[in-house]
């Protein structure tokens, strides 16, 4: 081994020898890289005006792949005539030979247990093993995969990548090929038996085989302890940009063994401290002052994505998310439409969690009228492009090889407009690039695939791009953000090693789990053993340790709910306080910069045109509980996106006991009707009911037949239950059922739905509310009541009504709840007076009225009470009233999702009770 203790020895070492005669293997190509520009920048410097020969400097992979292509143009060894599989390639053999294999278990995931098995395959070649077959199942079902592998290799003539070192060795050893005379290692931590078996074959030629190692140690150690990552993160990020700050020709290196993890959240915080100009509006993406080594998986950058999403839709489903996003993608179409589709993108959120593409194109709805063509969406070049993608859809071959797929998926992208039609800014065009290499690599997958349908195609692509990265190009940066593995060897001025914690180093043993667990053992096989992985961690961690004079470690002491605590491999390096603080956001700049008038308004324009007012008792219901929220909601029309979710939501299930309930009723009209049913008829009547209204939901994907036999049964245990609480009543009959009426309170329009009126035998009506959610009748009471629906169905019909009621109908409670002037026309209803004892409203009237007048009260004394109530909160709704006035703020503001808009939290409101009793999920207004 040759110590060297500075970088300009090694490039005086490497200047020693002839580069025709030197080769220096590195364990990556960032290494190699670095090697290279290194010794060419040395030589600048000492030889400014003259010429020089780069050294031969390869990773690893990188050389095997050189010496492959010398040996093919003369193939005397039988395996050089066969061709090397592709990473890509290879996986997909894998996988196919897995899917196939009649011994392969059913419900096996194929695609991960592919990717096992090339791995344990990849390990056998590497530590030049036999398969083992006296392990447990999972070895025998293995080893006849390898088997098939092998055939499968053969008939296609290829080969593993794993079996190419073999065969270079071989050439070696024969003197097929030249063997160096000079090899020089840098920078690995560990030699598989394979690379070793290549060593010696080079040694056996004559080659001179030396290892390369730097000695520096760190002349300063320090380590940092912090509340949790993003926390860790951030002062990764502002150390790096206060060592710069304090000479930019510096090289800096922030280490992070879970980089592949955190990228997201790294690249997020460390364009924040050192871009932080990207928050602005319309700002162009472009590579960031700092260089990331982990590259983001090519099927989630944008442009990329929306492409998938495209050939995705016209092969069958897309998930809701999926089609949210090709909706709001400027990858995809006309980008004037994009207003329309999102609001298109709002109403299909609320209805199934997949949508096909004929389902999309009905949505999207292209009516017929006076004028000609109108759409119910204006998107008419997205509907264009959909209609021509589905006659592509139809036309397409059933099947083809990927070769001939390619140039078939860049017709479908090119029918919707792929890649938009703005200009791409740097980043967007560098995927759009890795795109088109990524079709290139599908392309080559012919010698494996052979003749594949669309879906096995598209499959394939994906999981392409998936294991393929995309990395921006950057600019050069001193700042470098590494994993473990690229930084192993690099030299630095600082360096900072993140996740320095008990959980993540060293790392977790990680065994392959179709090789035999003592097999790996026995023979030091990567991640086998806790003991293995200890010692790796030890030796990775001392080369890092002495690529900086100045080392900082750090690590966190809580992720998610876990304690941590600092890794033994660092706990006694000095833990030191960490100093800096971030400076002011850009955006606080902004806002400490502004010119802003402050003024506190609590009342909006008041409505001058009733005629554009839309909406039922939701807008009383809204004003009573804050009158921010009717204005937010019904004026100025903003509203939540809603979220998809499996099965039915709250509001359908109360939609859906509303139509059993109609039907029923709609077939038997009067109460005797219903004492009349056998009970073999009863239950036949409810079954044929519940069956109707859950047609609706049949065709929903999300739903499925198990889960409406589930609501089916629930439904017909609380219906029976409550139509026997029913037939307690005094009789009646059905006068409306699912009614609707237009009323107006004072200057207001209100659209109301009834979900039932009976007539009792005096004539009178009593109105019957079917409610999911629990109930109280002091949900009536007050001046700001919290369920006006009923009341206001009482006004509206003033002097018919007697009665009003409840019908709760719930897992817990089967009810009616209610006030009536005869409590007995049903259980659980009454008098007025369980009501009157709440204030009125303060009026003339109600301040001269006699105290034993609200004592007693009487149902007309009531009604007209909610008269005076609801006509009061239509007239603020219709003056504009907007104040920020939760009734219970504690409870009003708990699901309420307008607090960004109102910023209850920056108002001085006392907050109210946390619970008020109201439970009302499900209902409709």
């Known amino acids: 081994m040759k110590p060297f203790q500075e970088f300009a020895e090694l490039f005086q070492i490497l200047q020693a020898h002839s580069p025709r005669d030197l080769l220096v293997l590195t364990p990556n190509k960032r290494l190699s890289r670095f090697l290279r520009d290194g010794f060419n920048q040395y030589q600048a410097t000492r030889q400014p005006a003259t010429a020089w020969a780069t050294p031969t400097c390869y990773s690893l992979q990188g050389w095997l792949q050189q010496a492959w292509e010398a040996l093919a143009l003369r193939p005397q060894h039988p395996l050089l005539q066969r061709m090397p599989l592709a990473p890509m390639q290879e996986r997909i053999l894998w996988q196919r030979v897995v899917a196939e294999h009649p011994e392969t278990p059913p419900l096996l995931s194929t695609r991960a247990t592919g990717n096992h098995a090339m791995e344990a395959w990849r390990l056998l070649r590497q530590w030049g093993l036999p398969v083992p077959t006296d392990g447990d199942s999972n070895g025998r079902i293995f080893a006849a995969w390898c088997d098939a592998f092998n055939r499968e290799c053969e008939q296609r003539g290829v080969l593993s990548q794993a079996q190419v070192a073999e065969v270079v060795s071989a050439c070696l050893q024969e003197g097929v090929l030249p063997a160096p005379a000079t090899v020089l290692l840098y920078g690995f931590d560990e030699m598989t038996p394979q690379f070793q078996g290549l060593l010696q074959a080079m040694s056996a030629q004559g080659s001179q085989v030396e290892e390369l190692d730097w000695q520096a140690q760190a002349q300063q150690s320090v380590r940092y302890e912090f509340s949790d990552e993003e926390a860790e993160i951030e002062a990764a990020a502002l150390w790096a940009q206060a060592r710069i700050q304090d000479n930019p020709q510096q090289r800096i290196a922030v280490v992070i063994p879970k980089l592949a993890q955190l990228r997201e959240a790294v690249e997020r915080i460390f364009t924040r401290v050192f871009e932080p100009q990207y928050i602005l509006p319309g700002q162009p993406q472009h590579a960031p002052g700092f260089n990331i080594s982990a590259g983001q998986p090519m099927d989630g950058v944008p442009v990329v994505a929306a492409a998938l999403n495209v050939l995705a839709l016209q092969r069958g489903l897309l998930d809701i998310e999926a089609v949210s996003q090709l909706l709001r993608s400027p990858f995809v179409g006309s980008s ?34 006076a004028a000609g063509a109108q759409y119910r969406f204006r998107c008419p070049d997205l509907y264009a492009a959909l209609e021509r993608l589905d006659q592509l859809r139809q036309s397409a071959p059933k099947q083809q090889r990927p070769s001939e797929w390619a140039p078939w998926f860049l017709q479908l992208l090119t029918v919707m407009g792929w890649p938009g039609q703005r200009t791409l800014d740097t980043l967007e065009f560098q995927q759009v690039q890795g795109w088109q290499e990524a079709l290139q690599a599908f392309a080559g997958l012919d010698a494996v695939c052979g003749a594949i349908d669309g879906g096995t195609a598209l499959q394939y692509l994906t999981v392409l791009l998936k294991h393929n990265s995309f990395q921006a190009q950057t600019k050069t940066s001193p700042i470098q953000i590494l994993g473990v593995l690229e930084a192993a060897g690099l030299p630095f001025d600082h360096l900072w090693l993140m996740n320095m914690d008990d959980e993540t180093w060293p790392p977790a043993p990680d065994p392959n789990p179709l090789l035999p667990l003592g097999f790996q053992i026995e023979h030091g096989m990567p991640q086998s053993s806790s003991q293995r992985e200890l010692e790796y961690a030890r030796r990775l ?51 400490r910069q502004r010119e802003i008038e402050t003024s506190l308004e609590s009342c909006g324009p008041k409505v001058v045109d009733a005629a554009t007012i839309r909406g039922g008792t939701g807008i009383l219901k809204d004003q009573a509980a804050c009158p921010f929220r009717a204005f937010a909601r019904h004026r100025l029309h903003a509203d939540e996106m809603p979220l998809p979710a499996m099965g039915l939501d709250a509001l359908e299930r109360g939609n859906l006991l509303h139509k059993v309930m109609e039907l029923i009723w709609r077939r038997l009209r009067h109460q005797q009707r219903l004492l009349e049913l056998s009970e073999a008829d009863l239950q036949d009547l409810i079954a044929r009911c519940i069956e109707a209204s859950l047609q609706a939901f049949a065709f929903r ?225």
Request: glycine share 8%.
């Open 336 to 369: 004037g439409e994009l207003p329309e589709r999102a609001r298109l993108d709002r109403e299909l959120r609320q209805g199934d969690l997949s949508l096909s593409l004929a389902q999309l194109l009905r949505e999207l709805g292209r009516r017929e009228g």
């Open 701 to 925: 994907h999300s739903v499925g037949n198990r889960l409406l036999q589930i609501e089916s049964q629930r439904l017909a245990t609380q219906v029976r239950a409550f139509l026997e609480l029913e037939k307690q009543r005094a009789p009646f009959s059905v006068v409306f059922n699912e009614g609707r009426k237009t009323v107006k309170l004072g200057k207001l329009p209100l659209n109301i739905r009834y979900d039932r009126v009976d007539r009792l035998e005096d004539g009178s009506l009593f109105v019957l509310d079917y409610k999911t959610g629990r109930q109280e009748i002091r949900y009536w009471e007050g001046e700001r009541p919290d369920e006006p629906q009923v009341p206001l169905y009482c006004v509206a019909n003033s002097g018919k009504v007697s009665g009003a009621a409840f019908g709760q109908i719930t897992a817990d409670e089967i009810a009616l709840k209610g006030i009536a002037e005869d409590v007995s026309v049903a259980p659980g209803m009454k008098g007025p007076q369980a009501l009157m004892q709440t204030d009125q409203p303060h009026t003339d009237q109600a301040q001269t009225e006699p105290p034993q007048a609200k004592a007693t009260g009487d149902w007309a004394a009531l009604v007209e009470h909610w008269r005076a109530v609801l006509e009061k909160l239509a007239q603020e709704f219709m003056a504009g009233a907007a104040a920020v006035d939760p009734k219970k703020a504690g409870v009003t503001c708990r699901y309420c999702e307008f607090k960004p808009l109102c910023r209850i939290q920056d108002q001085p409101v006392q907050h109210g009770s946390d619970d008020d009793g109201s439970d009302v999920g499900g209902e409709r207004s």
């Open 541 to 591: 961690l001392q080369r890092l340790s002495s690529s900086a004079p100045v080392v900082a470690y750090s690590h966190s002491r809580l992720q998610e709910d876990k304690q941590l605590r600092a890794s033994t491999l660092v706990s006694e390096v000095p833990l030191q306080p960490f100093t800096l603080s971030a400076p002011e956001s850009f955006a606080g700049q902004l806002f």
